[in-house]
């Protein structure tokens, strides 16, 4: 999503900086710490860009707990503080927007905690932009009717990351693949599976978690370059099932199977990703039930389905894909005044 944001506002000539509010020691990439509401006085636009950061499950859990595991507050008290002050101010001068965020938690469970968040939300946003129909779905129902007009559904930020190369062929004979969200049994198995089914090679998707910190840029540059190029991608892990549908590459997503958003990495998401853009048979929900290895027939004969359909991308195999980023990217332009 970073990348996503430089190639946004770098291509419509803004000025920008990237801030973060938590970092492990040694791994700010291009960011600049941001502690303070202080700190953003001279922007006339804050965006609060992609993932869980408006979300209150994220800030009474995620936040804090990764606060305390790299020493930025020593308390979980003091570290959800800091989540609603940098967050969900409640005076801003800037404009302010959020922009990608997930919202599919159930906030009815601790209404009375999250309905304030909520409340400063509807006073300083200018838009809150979800990221999927469930997230705008679930949201509205936690507005005040008044401020329904502040919602807006969008798609994820990567969407908006500058194409490095649009797929014309079929893929140059390998698959890619990445399993580190799901915890799969045996994943080499399905691997070999997948090659003995599709004649492909799998080539492992090294470093996509964590990207190494010295040389993050290059080792992600060349992660999307073998997503462009692969023939299929298979994996368990959200952005990269993103990553391959912006490039026109055949992607079979694997998961647990869930019916409700858990934490800020849990399987849900996956499927209403899959389902948002009709490729809900390219996705694989493996039942409580049912051993790895078992479900992993399911998952082979998913990519082959997804070669056969999706063989030429010249044919536009993600054409709604494609129409919603249309639709997506304009909308932050208009939002951010950019054009």
């Excluded at 800030?59 to 969900?88: D, M, Q, V």
């Excluded at 099932?241 to 934490?263: D, E, K, L, Y």
Aim: net charge positive; aromatic share 12%.
């Amino acid at each position: 999503m970073d990348r996503a944001a430089e190639d946004f506002l770098s291509a419509r000539g803004a000025d920008y900086t990237l801030f973060s509010a938590q970092q492990a020691e040694g791994r700010m990439y291009n960011h600049v710490p941001f502690q303070r509401w202080e700190d953003l006085d001279s922007y006339s636009h804050v965006v609060y860009w992609g993932d869980f950061l408006n979300n209150p499950f994220y800030g009474y859990k995620s936040f804090p707990n990764r606060s305390r595991r790299w020493g930025i507050e020593t308390s979980k008290r003091e570290a959800i503080a800091t989540w609603k002050e940098l967050f969900t101010p409640r005076y801003v001068e800037q404009k302010l927007y959020a922009i990608g965020q997930n919202f599919q938690h159930d906030f009815t469970e601790k209404v009375t905690d999250f309905g304030p968040v909520f409340r400063r939300l509807e006073k300083t946003l200018e838009a809150l932009v979800v990221r999927d129909p469930f997230s705008f779905q679930n949201l509205s129902r936690m507005v005040e009717f008044s401020a329904l007009n502040q919602v807006q559904q969008g798609l994820d930020c990567a969407f908006l990351q500058e194409p490095r190369h649009r797929k014309t062929n079929g893929g140059d004979g390998t698959f890619a693949y990445f399993f580190r969200r799901s915890k799969l049994a045996n994943g080499e198995t399905l691997v070999r599976r997948v090659e003995e089914a599709t004649g492909l090679r799998g080539v492992e998707l090294k470093n996509w978690i964590p990207l190494p910190r010295s040389k993050w840029e290059g080792t992600f540059k060349a992660l999307k370059i073998r997503i462009d190029s692969a023939s299929l991608v298979v994996t368990d892990t959200y952005h990269v099932g993103v990553n391959a549908m912006q490039s026109r590459t055949p992607v079979v997503g694997i998961g647990r199977q869930s019916t409700r958003q858990v934490g800020t990495i849990g399987d849900f998401k996956k499927r209403v990703l899959f389902d948002m853009f009709d490729l809900s048979r390219f996705y694989h929900e493996i039942p409580a039930d049912q051993e790895d290895t078992q479900a992993y027939g399911q998952v082979v004969r998913m990519t082959e389905r997804a070669l056969s359909e999706h063989g030429d991308p010249s044919a536009a195999p993600y054409a709604l894909v494609e129409a919603r980023t249309r639709q997506f990217t304009g909308q932050v332009e208009r939002l951010l005044e950019l054009r």
